[in-house]
């Protein structure tokens, strides 16, 4: 029988939006629509071959999920794009069993892992913590774990990747991922439809809670009254309990004290915005998760331009990608400067790019010594001299850490790269005026 697939697509994308970041729907999927189906097909156009691909080979469970959910009698689905004054086709076959789907019990989307995560200088606390959580859940003092952090900064990633953690090493474990909306909608539709007994027993059934943007629970006193008796019975039996959001439980508006208390029993842990090697090592892992090789001073353009978060770095790149597939041009630093000048707000112009290498390059052929020189564990006064001036221009012109400054530097520690930049900045006459003339060398164009 035929089944009338009209306007299945638009309630596919509401369901996929929820799934992956904003800057990702708005590439891949934004621009699609729906055509007519003469059989239980539901085919999407979309721009080109090339996104036809990548949505097949990078999203293809998701789709297939959100399909089935919508709709269970559709038999495939099939992506069309424009090809010689007609359609080609990408084919996609639902099956209920996909391994990639996201797992509707748990509701744990299988990109988002340990093995997927970037750990670095910004978000090393979140990541052990939840580490410990993971491997003994409900055994540590950290319950509940409460991570805080701004929009992008990975927090979803790293609470469903303890619910993947605890599957695969402790299958025994119920695991439970709902976002604070998704557990409003549920419980006013037990209000609703009379059945609030099996919407507590679903929810106390769990060994393990991961609940996402508890912010908004904010105003809402019934939800609060309800999640208040929830959170007490699965503590009370020693269950572990994972919270998220974007303030500490103190700042968040018409939260009851109450609540507000029992968030702060475990451990707070905070995620800021990636530092400038994390950035690079982000996009590092994203190109080469997708296969792609990169050259590394494309990677560093991005990362010193994209500074906010994780979600807009990825959202660059993937723009990047996309743009040098569609109009066959290869992917070079002046490609990457034009995307970002086109889809990042009014970036501020910066200097040149500067690698750790030129500036390590620079400062010996002035000196006269070796880069093996620099780097080396020498102290005479022209070495160490010029091992400063390195440090001082590493740490003013790339933005590296000053861990990885020192470990750029022959291994030296952080109080090293301090001491070396505040003598050189103290220093006035020759040494000055040589410091002026090698940064205007680095950044001229």
């Not at 090809?83 to 080609?88: C, K, P």
């Not at 006013?188 to 943007?213: G, Q």
């Not at 978060?309 to 034009?338: C, D, F, K």
């Not at 030296?412 to 002026?436: N, P, S």
């Amino acid at each position: 029988m035929k089944t009338d697939t009209s306007g299945i697509w638009q309630k596919c994308l509401q369901i996929i939006a929820t799934q992956i970041n904003p800057q990702s729907f708005k590439t891949w999927f934004e621009q699609s629509r729906q055509l007519p189906s003469d059989d239980n097909r539901l085919i999407v156009e979309v721009k080109s071959r090339f996104i036809a691909e990548w949505l097949a080979s990078h999203y293809s469970a998701i789709i297939l999920d959100a399909v089935n959910s919508v709709d269970e009698t559709i038999e495939s689905v099939c992506l069309a794009y424009p090809s010689n004054g007609d359609y080609s086709f990408v084919e996609l076959k639902p099956s209920h069993t996909d391994a990639g789907a996201v797992d509707r019990f748990s509701n744990l989307n299988p990109r988002y892992t340990f093995d997927t995560f970037v750990v670095g200088e910004f978000n090393r606390l979140a990541f052990m913590a939840a580490m410990a959580v993971a491997e003994a859940p409900g055994r540590t003092k950290y319950n509940p774990l409460y991570i805080q952090g701004g929009v992008g900064l990975g927090k979803t990633h790293l609470l469903q990747a303890i619910g993947h953690f605890i599957k695969q090493n402790h299958p025994d474990k119920t695991v439970l991922y709902v976002t604070s909306e998704r557990f409003t909608d549920r419980f006013i539709n037990s209000l609703i439809n009379k059945t609030t007994s099996k919407f507590r027993e679903f929810y106390r059934s769990a060994d393990v809670l991961l609940v996402d943007d508890v912010q908004f629970f904010s105003g809402k006193e019934g939800i609060q009254n309800e999640f208040f008796h929830l959170f007490n019975a699965l503590h009370q039996r020693g269950q572990q309990i994972v919270l998220t959001s974007d303030v500490p439980p103190s700042e968040i508006k018409g939260l009851e004290e109450r609540l507000v208390s029992r968030f702060q029993w475990g451990l707070i842990v905070d995620l800021q915005p990636p530092e400038y090697e994390s950035r690079v090592a982000i996009l590092r892992k994203k190109a080469e998760a997708d296969g792609i090789e990169l050259p590394e001073e494309v990677l560093s353009i991005i990362a010193q331009y994209v500074t906010t978060n994780i979600r807009e770095l990825e959202g660059t790149l993937i723009r990047l990608l996309a743009y040098a597939s569609i109009h066959g041009v290869e992917i070079t630093p002046q490609l990457a400067m034009e995307v970002i000048g086109t889809y990042t707000r009014a970036p501020q112009p910066v200097a040149k790019v500067v690698t750790l290498e030129e500036i390590l390059k620079a400062v010996s052929e002035y000196f006269g010594v070796s880069p093996e020189q620099i780097r080396s564990r020498r102290r005479t006064k022209q070495i160490a001299l010029a091992r400063q001036v390195a440090m001082y221009l590493a740490r003013k012109l790339t933005g590296s850490s000053l861990a990885h400054i020192g470990k750029f530097f022959g291994g030296r520690d952080h109080a090293t790269v301090v001491h070396a930049c505040k003598t050189i900045a103290q220093r006035e006459g020759e040494v000055a005026r040589l410091v002026r003339e090698i940064e205007k060398s680095l950044t001229k164009s």
